[in-house]
């Protein structure tokens, strides 16, 4: 299957990993030996924020008072959407119990980690959809505590919508810490929290590094690199659509690629002729990390047919999947590595960033070849356990004593031998391991 690249990247997206660490590791370290003092030290030097670190219900009302009813509005009908979404995701996860054999059960159970720390990002862009993706999801889950961290911005605090979105979808705490000393703060249970179980949602290079370091002490969602994003398209896609979509996602950051995959050269001509009219048309800011994405990241690949085109993605194995194309019922058997699909002109990327239900903390630098993204099922250990008879464990035992033997390991072999030796003492049992 042949592939031919109309335009390639001349950068991959990856950031000086080797320096992040030891600053990130440093932080971590004296954070944790300092305690809440040396995580206030680093609030004050990157953060520009000397007040409240844990908001008071007063500073939550006060905050929700500074959001406009249009964009609470929002905010509830993207909460509901993600909630609903969660809730079925739930629900396909159950306590369950078998009998493997006459007098022996075994069972499956699903118990929600107690302490969930929500990392919000407020820096460049107010995420508001993050609180909502994030806390929601701990939420169903079921976790008796969570705190919702957010970045403060000098003599402002927290984004008041960013409150607003924490504060309706269930956190029980809000922070006004961003970076590695806000990560750390939820780890470590300062400020009076308790030590978060596991920590979640999006960051920039310092807070996944963080995560990253944290990660064992604490479970992750993901380690997670730049957003990425990939187009299918054929000679049915609209090339306005198609470059729209694109610079979209390009404006997460300067090292975010996006790829178009399709079969059809007179579309990745025209695509590529339109976006770079598309990113001089943006804001500043979102200009300046769309076109550096677009230049130094974004690639236009030609396949024969829509099997390479397949293949093609699954390789790649995007954040973001979107199929612009002939028989969506084919694309969406035929795929498997991606974080979430949109499948049609009808739905985008941006839909499932802010208000689709599904959820936008997603596998990023090709991880979606074995991991899905944030769901409540992060938050739930799946555990087992066991219940026997004495009549129920016998056959059991025996076959636990000759394999345990078998593998050298008489400790566990003994553990099963003094349990037929007292529940049937009258028997005789050939426990060797070659018996």
Partial sequence: MTREYLK????TPKSNAAETHLIVKEILDEIEAGGDAVAMKYAA???????NVLLTAEEIEAACDLVPEKLKADIRFAHDNVRRFAELQKSTVSDVETEI??????????????AAGCYVPGGRYSHIASAIMTVTTAKVAGCKHITACSPPRPGVGVAPAIVYAAHICGA????????????AAMTFGLFGLPKANILVGPGNQFVAEAKRILFGRVGIDMIAGPTDSLILADSTADAHIVATDLVSQAEHGYNSPVWLVTDDRKLAEEVMELVPGLIDDLPDVNRDNASAAWRDYAEVILCSDREAMAACSDEYAPE?????????????????????????EETTVSYGDKATG??????????????????????????????????GSKAVAEATARISRLEGMEGHARAADVRLAKYFPDETFDLTANG
């Fill in 358 to 391: 599904t959820n936008h903390v997603l596998p990023t630098s090709r991880a979606a070849s074995y991991t899905g993204g944030l769901s409540v099922h992060k938050y739930m250990k799946i555990v087992t356990w066991q219940r026997a008879t004495r009549e």
């Fill in 172 to 183: 029980d705490k809000i922070m006004a810490m961003g970076g590695v000393q806000g990560v």
């Fill in 45 to 51: 030097k990157f953060d520009q924020y000397e007040g």
């Fill in 8 to 11: 390639q990247a001349t950068l």
């Fill in 101 to 114: 054999a006459p007098g022996f059960v075994t069972g499956q159970k699903a118990i929600p980690v107690d």
């Fill in 320 to 344: 973001h999947l979107t199929v612009q194309a002939e028989d969506l019922d084919w694309w969406l058997a035929r795929l498997t590595c991606y974080g979430s699909l949109f499948l049609g």
